[in-house]
């Protein structure tokens, strides 16, 4: 069966520290793949996407992302964050084309000033 | 507005009884799609409404749960019988499937908080 996994389910960091969330599916065909956030009292929105082409995608607020298909992950990443950043970090598959996605379990970000 | 929206924001209800939400979707997106999101926990998938074909109901967790979309507008989730368990956020999200820069990017609404009491 399908299945995204989410490493870390807290993590709490200093500002300028970097970041770096793992995301992990299991699946042998085609997906495609997302990060959303969700930042206090806010609705999901979307951070990043990859569907074909460049395995390194960019995102919005210096996220980025990389697709490393003999791995089965898109890990999340951004090299310095800000107290801003605080947030919760989805990642999220869709398995082939149908339009039916599965969310992995979130990941808490803190960070500190 | 042009986002989202669902109704009511909060709900508590008693063990027992009846809820409806309700989601207003993004115009002329053809996907929407219902999740549940438990308190700590990820987003879990309930139903799924593509244009006019038959929705994935894979998700959804009893067949107390049921779900309605009017062509592609209004949708509404019904819970009979609430159950303590049934207590978490319940989001609605559209999407507009085969455009270059949108496809299957989700759109999510506020979220309706379901207490059970």
């Known amino acids: 069966a399908q299945s995204v996994s989410q490493h870390n389910h807290h993590v709490i960091l200093s500002e300028a520290a970097s970041l770096e969330l793992g995301c992990n599916y299991s699946y042998g065909g085609t997906v495609n793949l997302f990060w959303y956030v969700q930042y206090p009292g806010q609705h999901l929105q979307l951070l990043l996407k990859y569907f074909s082409g460049d395995p390194l995608v960019k995102g919005i607020k210096g996220f980025e992302a990389e697709f490393i298909k003999s791995k089965f992950s898109f890990n999340l990443r951004k090299p310095s964050v800000q107290w801003s950043d605080t947030a919760e970090y989805f990642c999220?598959?869709?398995?082939?084309?149908?339009?039916?996605?599965?969310f992995g379990a979130g990941t808490q970000v803190v960070v500190t000033p | 507005g042009a986002g989202v929206s669902q109704s009511p924001s909060n709900k508590v209800t008693e063990k027992g009884k009846d809820v409806e939400l309700r989601c207003d979707p993004i115009?002329?997106?053809?996907?929407l799609y219902w999740y549940r999101q438990r308190l700590g926990q990820g987003l879990e998938f309930l139903i799924y409404?593509?244009?006019?074909?038959?929705?994935?109901k894979s998700g959804l967790p009893s067949d107390r749960f049921s779900a309605e979309r009017t062509g592609e507008s209004v949708s509404t989730l019904t819970i009979q019988r609430t159950q303590q368990e049934d207590s978490a956020v319940y989001l609605c999200?559209?999407?507009?499937?085969?455009?270059?820069?949108?496809?299957?990017?989700?759109?999510f609404g506020p979220g309706t908080r379901l207490t059970v009491l």
């Open positions: 999200a559209s999407s507009s499937s085969g455009t270059l820069y949108s496809y299957n990017e989700q759109f």
């Open positions: 115009s002329g997106h053809t996907a």
């Open positions: 999220a598959v869709e398995f082939g084309s149908w339009g039916k996605f599965q």
């Open positions: 409404f593509q244009g006019n074909s038959a929705p994935d």
